[in-house]
């Protein structure tokens, strides 16, 4: 079916250009400390920069898309994101790589919120989350596809290679997008206001759901070495293999039962194992307690996205789409400066913050889901014909 040939080039798109993206990341620290001569702080704002341009930049991305077609805005993304990538290698210093993260920035909101405005246009009402959520895991793919396959190559290779693979990935991804055929603009209005009501309490529950996350890669190694645990980094893996195998194999759940029950359980589950490796005696207690948190944590996201797609008119739907995803980052680098104060206080406050956090995302969110069920049924035949934003 069409729909399927076009599902497979938008992943497949997304995946290689976050391959780009993700395989300069093991680069910049050593970039910055050793050749450019900065600091720990020069880190930080290499990486800061770019999260903080994708906040701003998405909503405007979603519009876009509505507007001229996704396929144009992707492409767009592309291109930019392969210039990026060939910049890494000019001297400009500490300053300069920063304005290349600026615009690294911009590339990935257009690539991936141009690309989830098209996903959710093709995608059948009864199986949006189901496909929301494999879009979802082409980019956690490409991120951490990226790092590995730089930490494989760095020690053999010279570093202009790492920037020439970051240059032609998104370029690959372009010629898999043009052999698509073109997603065309919305038409008619589209609405140029950039936060519409229906993304705030979605977008409350998955900032605070982030706060699990912060927590667990940014703390789990240290907060089970205070507990004399080795090789903590490992619950890292443990968290993702249940990310994988739960989006894989249940990633109609939402779908088929509605996103209300999915949302409150999924926050459960993370709260349940957050509150698991908060306790955690040993290495396989907190392997139990990152599974289970892996595998509730990954619904969330698609569960989430179906009740702003379904609530959000088709004029905001891009905007909409791109703010949701917004919170996602507000919530993560929120979380991660509020997590790390409290690190001071001891690492296990980190993990029990955590777990209130994933709690009131649980409760937020089965509070944003109320009713949506009922609007699912009574706006089925009008949703149908609205599946085409842009």
């Known amino acids: 079916m069409r729909w399927g040939r076009v599902l497979a080039g938008l992943l497949t798109t997304v995946l290689v250009t976050f391959i780009g993206f993700g395989v300069v990341v093991p ?10 001569g900065g600091s720990a702080l020069g880190v930080g704002l290499a990486f800061a920069a770019s999260g903080v341009a994708t906040l701003l930049v998405r909503p405007y991305a979603g519009q876009l898309a509505q507007r001229y077609g996704s396929r144009t805005v992707m492409a767009g993304g592309c291109v930019l994101a392969a210039l990026v990538g060939a910049a890494y290698a000019l001297p400009a210093g500490v300053p300069g790589l920063v ?23 093709i995608a059948p009402e009864e199986r949006r989350a189901e496909i929301v959520g494999y879009y ?15 930490l494989a190559l760095m020690s053999n290779v010279d570093i202009k290679v790492i920037w020439m693979i970051a ?3 998104p370029l690959a991804g372009l010629a898999v997008l043009l052999a698509l055929p073109p997603q065309p603009a919305a038409g008619g209005t589209v609405s ?22 912060a927590a667990l890669t940014g703390f789990v190694a ?53 509150t698991i490796i908060t306790l955690a005696p040993g ?35 891009g905007a909409a789409l791109g703010a949701y995803t917004s919170f996602w980052d507000l919530g993560l680098g929120a ?34 889901t109320v009713d949506v069920s009922a609007e699912r049924d009574s706006d089925h035949g009008r949703s149908v014909s609205h599946r085409s934003p842009g």
């Not at 207690?285 to 996201?301: K, N």
């Open 27 to 36: 680069i910049i620290p050593v970039l910055v400390v050793d050749d450019m």
């Open 99 to 121: 304005a290349v993260r600026l615009v690294m920035g911009v590339a990935e909101a257009l690539v991936f919120t141009a690309g989830s405005v098209w996903i959710v246009a």
């Open 136 to 150: 979802g895991l082409a980019m956690w793919s490409g991120w951490t596809l990226g790092p590995l396959l730089a």
């Open 167 to 169: 240059a032609l990935a």
């Open 192 to 213: 140029r206001r950039l936060l519409p009501p229906t993304v705030l309490l979605p977008g409350a529950a998955l900032a605070l759901a982030a706060g699990g996350y």
């Open 222 to 274: 240290l907060h089970l070495a205070a507990r004399d645990v080795a090789n903590g980094a490992a619950m890292l893996s443990f968290f993702a293999a249940a990310y994988v195998l739960v989006r894989v194999v249940a990633g109609r759940v939402p779908d088929r039962v509605g996103p209300r029950r999915v949302v409150a359980l999924c926050g459960l589950a993370e709260a349940v194992g957050l």
């Open 283 to 317: 290495w396989w207690q907190a392997a139990v307690g990152a599974v289970i948190m892996g595998g509730g944590f990954t619904l969330l996201y698609p569960a989430l996205a179906l009740v702003v797609i379904r609530r959000s008119s088709p004029a905001e739907r």
């Open 335 to 368: 979380s991660s400066l509020l997590l790390g104060a409290v690190a001071l206080a001891g690492y296990a406050w980190v993990f029990a913050l955590a777990t209130v956090l994933a709690l009131a995302a649980s409760a937020i969110g089965h509070l944003a």
